[in-house]
């Protein structure tokens, strides 16, 4: 079975700390993506990688950055959190977008920047 | 750009009834591809049913079919015989079939489905 594994399902942070969340997948899927969700205001894309050490922003990236070393890691890092970054962290992979097919999402991470 | 539509922030159910959730789309594509995601509060997103915009026929997974009305934009989900399992976040997602940013899923903000038993 497809997996999209994130590292933490729950984190509690201080403000100004560097945070990683850690996004892995075992499908060979060349697309991934971060989102954040909140009440409210459904699925917000982050930023999203069509292949290795390639990434976008989304529709908010800042105060977020991404790597990629490989094909199967996507990592979102917060460089320096607040509390306004608190929310659900969601990562999700994809074939391309010509395969007609959805996301794969991992559980999610809960985030509290306290 | 496209855009999806879901009108309905919360609906609930009678167990063992039938629900409807409603979703429109915006988009000048001829094909593409149309999902209804399934969150419930375990957060794990699921992908309840998936359709292709160039096959006439509704897409159906066991209790849950579609009704997809392409000239209309339309794209609802059924629901029948609702179990207590069904209660969750549902979203409707379109996807273009072009790659790069412009394949990216484009989400609906979500229906919140109660089953009362």
């Known amino acids: 079975d497809v997996k999209v594994t994130q590292s933490s399902r729950y984190l509690v942070k201080r403000t100004g700390e560097k945070v990683f969340l850690e996004c892995v997948q075992d499908?060979?899927?060349?697309?991934m993506f971060w989102y954040r969700q909140d009440p409210g205001l459904g699925l917000r894309l982050i930023y999203f990688?069509?292949?290795?050490?390639?990434?976008e922003k989304g529709d908010i990236p800042e105060g977020y950055s991404v790597s990629r070393e490989k094909k199967e890691r996507f990592s979102l890092i917060l460089e320096s959190a607040s509390t306004n970054q608190t929310s659900m962290y969601l990562c999700?992979?994809?074939?391309?977008?010509?395969?007609?097919?959805?996301?794969?999402f991992g559980s999610g991470t809960r985030l509290t920047v306290v | 750009a496209q855009t999806v539509t879901q009108s309905q922030p919360e609906m609930s159910v009678q167990e063992a009834e039938t629900v409807t959730l409603s979703c429109t789309y915006d988009?000048?594509?001829?094909?593409?591809?149309l999902f209804w995601y399934k969150q419930p509060p375990s957060r794990q997103m699921i992908l309840v049913i998936r359709?292709?915009?160039?096959?006439?026929q509704n897409a159906t997974e066991n209790r849950f079919s579609v009704n997809f009305q392409k000239a209309a934009k339309s794209f609802s989900l059924k629901i029948s015989d609702s179990q207590l399992g069904d209660a969750a976040m549902y979203f409707c997602?379109?996807?273009?079939?072009?790659?790069?940013?412009?394949?990216?899923?484009?989400f609906g903000k979500g229906t919140k489905l109660s089953v009362k038993p």
């Open positions: 999700a992979s994809s074939l391309s977008a010509g395969r007609g097919v959805g996301y794969t």
């Open positions: 499908m060979d899927h060349e697309n």
């Open positions: 990688s069509y292949d290795v050490k390639m990434k």
């Open positions: 988009t000048s594509e001829s094909d593409y591809y």
């Open positions: 359709q292709e915009a160039y096959k006439q």
């Open positions: 997602a379109y996807r273009s079939q072009y790659g790069g940013s412009q394949g990216n899923l484009i």
